[in-house]
């Protein structure tokens, strides 16, 4: 790099390889940032896409290659000093400068901190037994892989997505699973009661097993947990334990060095924090929203959207204007897609019939749709995220109504 160039422009250094942190320095490139990038993750992975680890790497049909967003070719061509297994201690605001685990410090103009989140533990007696998993990262993934296949008891605590999706897998490899609910139904945090009750349906009929309202009190067994043992004192055998009880933003650096934190690193809605020239992007963050009040979301679209944001802001370009949050799951051959937040109280209107596997739920609040959750029914998700970002009426009888076509109602 011509040093004349880098002198003209900020050193950005972005903490944590994950989603955002990859995809925030491919942004600033793209959009034609000639200062000197440096990009420092603690695992040992060039950044990397998270879903497949719960659906088609861990069946088995991808390589852990396909998993790379880019080549390692892409950061040396690029310009971008990469630093893999390196995990940053300390921040030091005053100094702009970062303190690595080994000693050493790296100085910074900007900083971007894109630390994600981890994976929340049980905190129960005998959680802490070797076949006991969380699943986060690739490490994550490969020991549950190695754990799972034909007959192997798995007993999923969690029916949230990461639960759900690891138990359409565990049955897609022929194991036995029985998941753990303690709510009285799943997704009860980010689903309808519609889409809860269908995915419930569709994994029984495929052979998993439910017990909603279940309490884990903890786990029996020695160096691996034998059963796990309910409130109302049921056990269940196990060969396998995956909690997916949630995930927990790391905001332990940030936190440490004075920046404003509370359930997430709190972020504006130019992805900066308490500290000018700081930004926190992606699931370490909890981000004030044109549309909602400070959220909290864990997803690609967000970490995307907030690594936009962000290269935006230091490339000094017009921000990208504010995307429809959605989100995606897939289990079995069902895509959901969920644009909007499932709030509880909005008029609930299903199109189509879930018989047939293929509808979607539409909320709507004061006849304004603000949420659509479309199973393998792609047009009625783009659809309803059309409406949602233009903050648009639609009457529930037509909605509901499949002999009305979308297009009529959208326009
Ligand atoms: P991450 O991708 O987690 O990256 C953070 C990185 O920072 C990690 O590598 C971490 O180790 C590193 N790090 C943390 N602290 C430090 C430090 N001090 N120094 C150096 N490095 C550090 N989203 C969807 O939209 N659809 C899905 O279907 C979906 N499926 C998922 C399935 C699974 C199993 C998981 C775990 C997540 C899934 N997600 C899904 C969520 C999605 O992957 C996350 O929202 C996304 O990865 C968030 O990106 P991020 O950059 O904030 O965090």
Known sequence: MNPDTQEQSPRVVVIGAGHGGGSVVAFLRQY???????????????????????????????????????????????DIDLRLGQQVETLLVARRELVLVDGAR??????????????????????????????????????????????????????????????????????DVLVLERAERLLERVASAPIAAFLQHYHAERGVAFELGATVTGLEGGERAEQVVLADGRRFPCDVVVVGIGAIPATALAAAAGIACD?????NEQAETSEAGIYAIGDATRRDHPRYHRIRLESVPNAMEQAKLVACAIVGRAPPAAE??????????????????????????????????????????DGRVKTVEAINAPQEFFAGKRMIGTDGSADAGRLADVSVSLSQIVA
């Not at 861990?58 to 690029?78: D, I, R, T, W």
């Not at 109280?345 to 539409?362: H, I, N, S, W, Y």
Request: charged share 20%; aromatic share 10%.
């Open 32 to 78: 034609g940032f000639k200062g000197a990038i440096t990009l420092i993750g603690d695992e040992p992975f060039l950044p990397y896409h998270r879903p497949p680890l719960s659906k088609a790497w861990l069946k088995g049909e991808v390589e852990e290659a396909a998993l790379f967003f880019k080549p390692e070719s892409f950061y040396a061509e690029q």
């Open 106 to 175: 790296v100085p910074y103009d900007k900083l971007v901190i894109a630390t994600g989140a981890t994976a929340r533990p049980l905190g129960l007696p005998g959680a802490d037994a070797d076949n006991v998993m969380t699943l986060r990262n690739i490490a994550d993934a490969d020991k549950l892989k190695r754990a799972l296949g034909p007959g192997k008891k798995v007993v999923i605590v969690g029916g949230g997505y990461v639960g759900l999706e690891c138990a359409a897998t565990a049955r897609f490899l022929g194991a």
């Open 263 to 267: 359930d997430g690193i709190l972020v």
């Open 324 to 365: 429809v949050v959605w989100f995606w799951s897939d289990q079995y051959d069902l895509k959901l897609q969920i644009a909007g937040l499932a709030v509880a109280g909005e008029q609930l209107v299903v199109r189509g019939d879930p018989a047939t596997g293929k509808f979607a739920v539409f909320h709507l609040q």
